[in-house]
């Protein structure tokens, strides 16, 4: 692999150790399950969760003579997030045979594409807080899963599931381009976001279909890559963090003391937030890989690529960037926003016709919140997008208060219902009728006859009557009109 070192050394990244600073170096092997009902190279179903060995075809089992024929819809996902990562789309290339022995795998072999695969260099833009990180993608191959062995279902026994044995991966290599543990989460999400964008692989890590390897080596700023290790099938983006701080302090703490870095493959303990040693690059397969005679090269022309792209969903960054230009919203916000497509396409529905930031104000603070706090996904919101944006239309008329809407939308939450015909029938009107206002401001101050002599003093007092007037109207009066008629009576310039 050629390397070219696309990024300067940053300072604020180092790690400080006793004889100086250290910069760590990543790149990630990500493991993407192709989200397609069958299998690479055979019709059985991929669906999550069944019986052992419910998912299982002739040729997952290796039966002898049995032949693969590639899944058609495989290859349209491989290169749809090819296109989704701007990477180089290959019209020709080649699966092969990577030869190993394992229970879990009967061919023997896992298919796979080794010197030509389907997807060349592509990059993926991080949003970090104070910059803007490219990350070069190596190159993205087509291969077998392999199925799973169950040591745990018998004392002295162990068993075989093939449900997984053949379904098709997604293997997308990053360049050591990452800096430190936030981007590589930071890379990890984002690569997530797109792949559910594009409805390639469903990023479910809890569940197996997104795995990382993760590749870690240390150096002095400046220097030549250093010796690395990977980290195998890591399955959280929160240990992905924890793995590569430890096993930088880990291989920091060595070379200071004088020792070197032996190449070697690595476990994560999440339990212990260690990672420990697996097997040494001297243990290293020799996998022997050659083109497979079952199948031909993949082929296909460039219009059918042409096609796909024509037809790829709007992607994350480019929907950030109209988010910001067309509704003035903060990157910050439109993160948020563009995190899930559903999340996305909500906000708009709220902010057509409306105040875009007043939208996201609410769906981002009010909305996701709840929903956040009740486990709920936007596609289950109580509170749909018409019944937000009924709300926020109340609230920009100066029919409701911002507190009354408050309760209005927990009254649309748990009982439904259309927001302006709940605020006719319960009275939820902001009293803009100064006559009524003027009567309780009244009241108010001949009550508090001290409060009134200490607020001509100390004009911040005057928040205390706004409270007061507020607190007896029950939410209803017109703040502008309270404050007003409060500074008018007392006498406030
Ligand atoms: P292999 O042939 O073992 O798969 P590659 O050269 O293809 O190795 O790299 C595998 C992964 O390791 C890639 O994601 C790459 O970016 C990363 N990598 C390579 N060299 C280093 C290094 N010195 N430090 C950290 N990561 C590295
Ligand atoms: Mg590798």
Redesign the pocket.
Known sequence: MSIVEARTPDPKKFLKGATGDWEIVIGM?VHAQVTSEAKLFSGASTEFGKAPNANVSLVDAAMPGMLPVINEECVRQAIRTGLGLKAQINLKSVFDRKNYFYPDLPQGYQISQFKQPIVGEGKIILDMPDEQVEVGVERLHLEQDAGKSMHDQHPSMSFVDLNRSGVALMEI?SKPDLRSADEAKAYLTKLRIILRYLGTCDGNMDQGSMRA?VNVSVRRPGEGFGTRC?IKNVNSIRFVGQAIEYEARRQMAILEDGGKIDQETRLFDAVKGETRSMRSKEEAHDYRYFPDPDLLPLEFSQAYVDELAADLPELPDDKKARFIADYGLSAYDADILVAEQASAAFFEQVAKGRDAKLAANWVINELFGRLNKEGHEVATSPVSADQLGGIIDLIKAGTISGKIAKDLFEIVWSEGGDPAAIVEERGMKQVTDLGAIEAVVDQIIAANPDKVAQAKEKPTLLGWFVGQVMKESKGKANPQAVNDLLKQKIGIE
């Open positions: 092997e290599v390897d990977e």
